[in-house]
């Protein structure tokens, strides 16, 4: 896990809830979105993973 994966899991644990912005989230870092639902239903926390998008 990288330093923002361990940002969002603070976070999550310190009792907020927590949207985590990753860019391809069904191809390259998809790993990562399932670790981190994983994360959050252990814990049973408010973390969630959304798909960002580039504007430019």
């Known amino acids: 896990m990288d ?3 361990w940002l969002v899991q603070g976070l ?3 009792g907020h809830t927590v ?3 990753i860019r391809e989230t069904t191809k390259r870092n998809i790993r990562q979105v399932v670790a981190l639902a994983a994360f959050a239903a252990r814990e049973k926390v408010g973390l ?3 798909e ?3 504007l430019d």
Do not use: C, P
Request: net charge positive; glycine share 20%; charged share 15%.
């Open 3 to 5: 330093s923002g994966g």
């Open 12 to 14: 999550a644990k310190a």
């Open 19 to 21: 949207y985590a912005g």
């Open 48 to 50: 969630r993973t959304i």
């Open 52 to 54: 960002f998008v580039s």
